[in-house]
């Protein structure tokens, strides 16, 4: 009696989680969701102290770098891809986690929730429009709730001001898949381009991340998130990623498109951003542990 009732009560565990992902309009593979509550497990035992971000972070090294990996199917859903990052996906997928750590929720269906809560405006998915597509939207609707903080506005000596002038997608429309076949999307884009339209943020010039430990750069922290930005192409940022500290200077994990993997730069962070001349300087977030 006693083993016919676990097993009627692991199936009915198993058509509820079925229901919950499918309410929510999930596309995943079972390895994705596998290795989902294997590292919400792991960390249990394993994280100890570490910064939560940055000990994510650094469980994806080596996962290929794959583009585009949102824009599956006419109609938006959440797409959980844990095989194949972008930098936005990989940063994405890395937070969501830590907010599951956080609130100790270990399941697939909490990683999505969280993700659902991240990737779109006010935390509701409803079509394409509803995605966070700028970083400058991503940073204002995760900071409105709490879920990471700008640290420039704890009067750091961040010198670079940034006059967001963002109009790429509605500008560009036949670039994204969604926005050719719904071009009814595109006065919905063009608002909120033109909502942040004149903005300005405090960052750090790209000159000044020579800057040793020790100096006002020390103000970032392991496991900060980092926005690598731009100010020419209707663009606000080019890149994001995550910072670290190694032999006192900084470095990037990120998902990189020229590795084509997920990696920790060898390099330090100046090197790197020297090499891109599109690159102005960078915004920095922490995610907010409570």
Sequence with gaps: MKIMMNRWLTSLLAITFALSTQAQDVEYTQADSALVVKLLKDAQTQRGKENRVFYFGKKFLGIPYVAHTLELGDKEHLIVNLHGLDCTTFVETVVALSMCDQQNQRTFD?????LTTIRFRGGKMTDYT?????FTWWAEDNERLGIV??????????????????????QHPTLYKQLKNHPEFVPTIRNYEQATEGKQFHYIEKKDLSW?????????????IVAMLTDSDG????HIGIAFWQNGQLHLL?????????????????????KQPKHTGIRVFRFMEK
Excluded: W
């Design 110 to 114: 909490d990683f999505c929730k969280n």
């Design 130 to 134: 509803s995605r966070l597509h700028y």
């Design 149 to 170: 903080k700008d640290i420039s506005i704890d009067d750091a000596p961040f010198y670079g001001v940034q006059t967001i002038h963002i109009n790429y997608m509605s």
């Design 212 to 224: 040793q430990a020790g100096t006002p750069l020390s103000m970032v922290q392991d496991g900060d």
């Design 235 to 238: 663009l606000d940022t080019r």
């Design 254 to 274: 990120h998902a990189s498109s020229l590795y084509k993997k997920v990696l920790m730069s060898k390099e330090t962070f100046y090197e790197y951003e020297m």
